[in-house]
């Protein structure tokens, strides 16, 4: 007799794939739900679910910063947000596709926001 697997009940599967991960409230991964995805081979492969970025208009901001030779994310970061692990967020904030593009070209006015949830004063 074959043991039951949670996947055979459609319950249970939902449960699983449901799950959210154990990520620090300070990651950008902090509340995303992970999902299962199964192999032909009947491995499973747990993975998390796609992180919907928000709208950098929808951010309050609370400063800016023009970009010198020299600057980069996780300094940006350090020095705003007093975490060099946070440069998501000025990258949340800020419509570019690679986070390098921030303090590229010099001159660039980088937007500083309050996280994500955080109403404005305005």
């Not at 991964?29 to 992180?51: F, M, N, S």
């Not at 709208?55 to 940006?76: K, M, Q, W, Y």
């Not at 309050?114 to 004063?121: A, D, E, I, R, T």
């Amino acid at each position: 007799m074959a043991t039951p697997s949670p996947m055979d009940n459609p319950l249970d599967a939902l449960a699983i794939t449901q799950a959210t991960t154990a990520y620090p409230r300070s990651s950008r991964y902090y509340g995303i739900p992970t999902a299962v995805r199964t192999e032909a081979d009947g491995h499973q492969v747990t993975y998390l679910r796609r992180r919907l970025l928000p709208r950098p208009d929808s951010l309050a901001e609370i400063g800016t910063h023009v970009v010198s030779a020299g600057d980069r994310p996780d300094l940006l970061a350090a020095r705003y947000l007093g975490n060099a692990e946070q440069w998501w967020r000025i990258a949340d904030a800020n419509p570019v596709l690679d986070p390098r593009e921030l303090t590229d070209p010099p001159g660039r006015i980088v937007r500083i926001t309050l996280p994500s949830g955080v109403p404005g004063n305005g």
